[in-house]
């Protein structure tokens, strides 16, 4: 079947939405935040704009299995943040994370979840067109053109997505808890190699200790290959019981300026390979068969790649 083509939002139209994230305003945020998510070809003309007002806000990336308190901890840390008067942004990568509770706007963008001074969205892309890649690093940038000091990305770590969110992320904050598995062993080692901060969480329950201390290993193997050492905590989200520790941990790491240029490079090439996974994807619903009567690899090539590219916006 033949994904919807949107219609683009022409240039007057993305240019105005522009305008809006930068008075600040919610909705014309949330409207650019869901074009991206849908992959619109003309919210990418919005984001020229954009770009040189981006570079201030913190990205934080918070992954780990399912179930283990992503959420809880987000939701902690973000009003740990809007009490010491910061402007926060919740990410939710998984749409059926529970930021629920306040107005919606729109089908996905809900608001007011955790306080007024959060903004809290979902994405959905993952999935068909590519996953979270696609969309995050354009939606950080608008996010930190919008003007929040902080990006909270909630991501589950069952796959690629983790590793996606470690790239645009300032700090990768990544939640454990005992009695998932035995040792460590059990835990993705994915996982392992992405955290700038481990979390212990559920710590109220039996186990957190030692595991903690099973950290250890993978603490030193990480210092020793790449010269520092991540921190591992103890935390009980759920009653917020060392949440301060984790966002003061936060507070200490260097911030290597990943967000700066680098994230916005990694927005354009996100643009692009969206822009391409949608014109690939809708070349191949128009063809009976995905390669045609063909008699060499690169004919089969070339004829796709020419359908591709005059398909593209
Ligand atoms: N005992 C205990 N339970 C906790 C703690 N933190 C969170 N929980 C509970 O763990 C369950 C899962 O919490 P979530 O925050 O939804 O976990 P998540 O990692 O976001 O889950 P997914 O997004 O579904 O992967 C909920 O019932 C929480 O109340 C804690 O410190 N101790
Ligand atoms: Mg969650």
Redesign the pocket.
């Known amino acids: 079947m033949l994904p919807p083509r949107r219609q683009p939002l022409d240039l007057d139209a993305a240019a105005r939405l522009a305008e809006g994230v930068l008075e600040r305003d919610v909705r014309a945020t949330a409207r650019l935040i869901r074009g991206i998510d849908d992959l619109n070809p003309g919210v990418w003309q919005a984001l020229d704009p954009l770009a040189v007002h981006a570079g201030k806000a913190r990205i934080i990336g918070i992954t780990?299995a399912?179930?283990?308190?992503?959420?809880?901890?987000t939701g902690q840390l973000a009003r740990h943040y809007v009490a010491r008067g910061e402007r926060v942004a919740v990410v939710a990568v998984?749409p059926?994370?529970?930021y629920s509770g306040g107005a919606v706007l729109g089908d996905r963008i809900r608001f007011d979840a955790i306080s007024a001074d959060v903004f809290v969205t979902s994405l959905a892309t993952r999935g068909a067109l590519g996953g979270l890649s696609r969309a995050l690093p354009a939606v950080l940038l608008v996010l930190d053109a919008f003007g929040v000091d902080r990006v909270l990305v909630?991501t589950?770590g069952v796959g690629q997505d983790e590793v996606d969110v470690a790239a645009v992320a300032d700090a990768t904050v990544v939640?454990l808890v005992p009695g998932l598995g035995d040792d460590v062993q059990a835990i993705k080692s994915g996982l392992l190699e992405i955290a700038d901060l481990y979390v212990v969480?559920?710590?109220?329950?039996p186990g957190a200790k030692r595991l903690l201390a099973d950290l250890e290993l993978s603490r030193e193997s990480r210092a020793l290959r790449t010269g520092s050492r991540p921190d591992a905590l103890l935390?009980?989200?759920?009653?917020g019981l060392g949440v301060a520790e984790v966002a003061a941990a936060l507070d200490a790491m260097p911030t290597p300026n990943r967000l700066g240029r680098a994230r916005i490079a990694l927005a354009v090439k996100s643009a692009v390979q969206a822009r391409f996974d949608q014109a690939l994807t809708r070349a191949l619903a128009l063809r009976r068969e995905p390669v045609g009567p063909l008699h060499t690899f690169d004919e089969a090539v070339s004829s796709l790649w020419d359908d591709v590219t005059v398909e593209s916006p």
């Open positions: 780990g399912p179930g283990v308190g992503k959420s809880t901890l998984d059926s994370s529970p909630e589950v939640v969480n559920k710590a109220d329950r935390c009980q989200a759920l009653s």
